[in-house]
Nanobody
Framework: QVQLVESGGGLVQPGGSLRLSCAAS????????MGWYRQAPGKERELVVV???????NYADSVNGRFTISSDNAKNTVYLQMNSLKPEDTAVYYC?????????????WGQGTQVTVSS
């Protein structure tokens, strides 16, 4: 089956930077989209950014211009470069993927990685 493995979260001061990565593993899969969602305490999970297999992106207004997603299709991996981080960016960040297997097409989620922005 499909597994999404995330890395790169942590604690950073306001104005700092972090880079997240997410690798999808699974034989015979076709990836249509990958990206990131986040969930802060007491709030619903929200879109951060997704990137299609063709490279088109969709950023949340709150991160546009500060965060940049990139992908390495050969490695089934996406990266999220987060700059100018703010305390309101504090959340658990979940990797997301829209993947087709032989059994069908589904959404998949990583286990989540904590990002904390605090002085």
């Amino acid at each position: 089956q499909v597994q999404l493995v995330e890395s790169g979260g942590g604690l950073v001061q306001p104005g700092g930077s972090l880079r997240l990565s997410c690798a999808a593993s699974g034989s015979g899969c076709t990836i249509y989209k990958m990206g990131w969602y986040r969930q802060a305490p007491g709030k619903e999970r929200e879109l951060v950014v997704v990137i299609s297999s063709r490279g088109s992106t969709n950023y949340a207004d709150s991160v546009n211009g500060r965060f940049t997603i990139s992908s390495d299709n050969a490695k089934n991996t996406v990266y999220l470069q987060m700059n100018s981080l703010k305390p309101e960016d504090t959340a658990v960040y979940y990797c997301y993927a829209d993947i087709r297997l032989l059994t069908g097409r589904n959404d998949y989620w990583g286990q989540g990685t904590q990002v904390t922005v605090s002085s």
